[in-house]
């Protein structure tokens, strides 16, 4: 009986040393979930978000944008998040998984579960600190305690800092690193950012060159029910199988 072909024997060569030595055949990268997967679900965590490319990203802002309208009658002020993340698409930053997807994803994290916790004080806020800030800030803007601009801005920037501050620490968890393109592009934004939190004393300083809105500056700081609500979400750990 004539013996297997020469194809065969080497394959069978090849398996024997692959099993000897252990070696395995890499697994492929899980796929990015869909935007409008995330935007109907409510449930994909910073990782996931993450993995998206920045276009998808945007999309899912303008996607989950749509909820705000629980809160304000023609809801479209994560417009400019949007507009941030094309910005980025502009600049060629931002690729999945580098340090600035997994910083901004901080941000659309907290967003996204945002909606969920204002609606469900208590739910799970997926370990970000952001999302509890923004889902204040929905709840004040249906309150009307955002109608004066310096308030809503300082409210804004507040929580899109705290958000975004909680990706960065996970970003350096994973040994990430910014490029210097990603690095600039991100001074810019906080650059911005200081300013909304800062409109009061820019006004004071600047007069009418600062970058702020009518208004006297005192009555900025007054609401009409009282402090800001802020809510206290449930820790990841008590959801089980929470991915992180």
């Known amino acids: 009986m004539s013996g297997p072909p020469l194809f065969r024997r080497l394959a069978t060569l090849v398996l024997v040393v692959v099993a000897s030595v252990g070696l395995a055949v890499p697994a492929t990268a899980a796929a ?5 997967h995330c935007a109907t679900t409510l449930r994909c965590d910073l990782g ?26 023609d809801f479209r002020r994560w417009a ?6 094309d910005a ?14 997994v910083t901004g994803s901080g941000l659309l994290e907290a967003l996204e579960r945002s909606l969920v ?3 469900r004080p208590g739910a799970d806020d997926f370990g970000n600190p952001g999302t509890g800030e923004w889902a204040a800030y929905l709840v004040d803007l249906r309150a009307g305690r955002l109608d004066h601009r310096p308030v809503h801005d300082r409210e804004w920037g ?31 934004t906080d650059l911005f950012r200081w ?8 006004s004071r300083v600047l007069g009418p ?3 702020c809105c009518g208004g006297s500056p005192t009555s900025a700081t007054r609401r009409s029910s009282g402090s800001p609500v802020r809510w206290r979400s449930r820790s990841p750990s008590a959801r089980p199988g929470h991915k992180r």
Do not use: C, N
């Open 209 to 211: 060159l600062a970058p």
């Open 88 to 101: 980025q698409r502009d600049w060629g930053v931002g690729d999945p998984g580098s340090w600035l997807a």
């Open 158 to 188: 507040a929580a899109e800092q705290v958000a975004l501050d909680h990706g960065e620490r996970v970003a350096g968890g994973r040994g990430l690193v910014p490029t210097s393109g990603e690095r600039r592009f991100k001074q810019l």
């Open 117 to 119: 916790v204002a609606r």
């Open 80 to 85: 400019a998040i949007a507009a941030v993340l």
């Open 48 to 73: 996931e978000i993450a993995r998206m490319p920045v276009a998808d990203r945007a999309h899912f802002v303008r996607l989950v944008q749509r909820y705000g309208t629980r809160y304000e009658r």
């Open 195 to 202: 300013a909304m939190q800062h409109q009061e004393e820019l």
């Open 32 to 36: 990015p979930p869909s935007p409008e």
